[in-house]
């Protein structure tokens, strides 16, 4: 199965604000797109696509699968390159649970005092469902 992973690969790249996470050529990789989770394999279609929160699965030529925690952002696809531009990205491994337990605890309980301003509503409704991916990562 490896010989067969090797033939065709394609460049992908991730990117957050902080670092660049990943650039390298992979077999298969598999993003939370905006509108459902997608795959992309070498010569897919260009395709661009917006983020939700969720884990970014990247399948290297050997077989080896990473997992890469991302909150948002954008990818772009045109065939021979997969790029996501990620607002925050975390290999899955180095989530802290007992952080981003308390750091939900927290928005929870920000959210509940916060009376009638929707704005605030919605931007602690928005940290919230990252907050409760990365957990779910």
């Not at 650039?23 to 509108?35: A, K, L, N, Q, R």
């Not at 954008?74 to 290999?91: Q, T, Y």
Request: proline share 4%; charged share 25%.
């Amino acid at each position: 199965m490896a010989e067969f992973l090797t033939s065709k690969t394609f460049k992908f790249e991730l990117v957050s604000p902080e670092r660049i996470l990943a650039s390298e050529d992979v077999y298969m990789v598999v993003v939370p797109g905006g509108d459902g989770d997608f795959g992309v394999l070498a010569d897919h279609s260009p395709l661009i696509s917006t983020i939700r929160p969720g884990v970014v699965t990247v399948t290297m030529p050997t077989g080896e699968v990473k997992k890469i925690f991302v909150s948002g952002g954008f990818a772009d696809v045109d065939g021979k390159i997969c790029s996501v531009l990620a607002e925050e990205a975390v290999n899955v491994n180095d989530i802290d649970r007992a952080k981003a337990e308390q750091a939900l605890s927290d928005l929870r309980a920000e959210l509940a005092s916060v009376g009638d301003d929707a704005v605030k509503k919605d931007n602690l409704a928005h940290s919230i469902a990252i907050a409760e991916a990365k957990l779910a990562a």
